[in-house]
């Protein structure tokens, strides 16, 4: 892989909204941003998560030595997924802001070419997205946590609904999430680059769990008193629909100094 390396990071989805947005009101949203890349990557023959991890420490030395405090790595391995999902792991990078990124990713083009190889040799890596990030729901201890449950469903937005609005939506149900215990964190994933122009979706909603533990009694509350998908329903009816999530098992391998 020649790009910076290798991808990136709910129930709620299962009643969420419709069409296209863009960005052009994004600004008007307070919530925190951030700028992550993704990879979609199968392994080759013979190769391992044990080849690829020793790729991931030469990068983590390499970004060591050239500024890349600000970028965090994370890698996702398919779990609950459809026949459609053909990877073997997905790189998820993530980095405080794009000038951020952007920087680091100069660095790579200049001095990363060695550790580049060395990627692959292990893994064909398919597709390469960008997205901008909008934080709805911090994670509790995120500086602790190392593994676990993410969820991404694809979302759409109804006619006339803002940025800013879908974001207090989430943001209302991530505070609702909190109060039930939820210590996982929230995230809007909206396209920026590299997405194939036929997709239909406005951004990815993107939820972590501490453990597969937490995960499921999310479910289980959610089905046992109605509460979680009344509150949902209220939220969002008629604003915004997400289709079913996608779970992986996702492993952090480098904290960004952002976190």
């Known amino acids: ?93 993530g980095a405080s802001s794009a000038k951020s990124y952007g920087k680091l990713k100069d660095e790579w083009l200049k001095s990363g070419g060695d550790i580049a190889e060395d990627f692959d040799e292990v893994s064909d890596c398919s597709s390469h997205t960008a997205f901008t990030v909008i934080n709805t729901k911090a994670p509790a201890d ?32 991530g505070e609702y999430q909190t109060s039930q215990g939820h210590t996982g964190g929230h995230w809007m994933f909206f396209p920026h680059y590299g997405e194939d122009p036929k997709a239909e979706y406005d951004f990815k909603l993107v939820m972590t769990d501490a ?18 998908n009344e509150k949902a329903r209220k939220l969002a009816f008629g604003r915004m629909t997400c289709d079913t999530p996608r779970v992986y098992l996702t492993k952090r391998y480098r904290l960004s100094s952002q976190n």
Request: net charge negative; aromatic share 14%; hydrophobic share 40%.
């Open 142 to 173: 995120w500086e602790n946590w190392t593994s676990g449950p993410t969820r991404f469903s694809d979302c759409k937005m109804a006619d006339g609904l803002r940025v800013e609005e879908a974001t207090d939506i989430l943001r209302k149900w």
């Open 211 to 228: 453990s597969y533990t937490e995960l499921g009694e999310r479910v289980d509350r959610f089905w046992a008193d109605g509460g979680a």
């Open 1 to 93: 892989m020649k790009a910076l390396k290798p991808v990136a990071l709910g129930l709620l989805t299962s009643t969420l909204a419709y069409p296209a947005v863009t960005l052009a009101d994004a600004h008007e949203s307070a919530a925190p941003r951030g700028f992550v890349e993704t990879f979609t990557c199968q392994f080759l023959e013979g190769k391992s998560m044990a080849d690829l991890e020793k790729a991931i420490d030469k990068f983590n030395r390499w970004a060591d030595e050239n500024d890349g405090d600000d970028y965090g790595v994370y890698i996702l391995q398919p779990d609950f997924t459809s026949a459609g999902i053909e990877f073997d792991y997905g790189w998820l990078g």
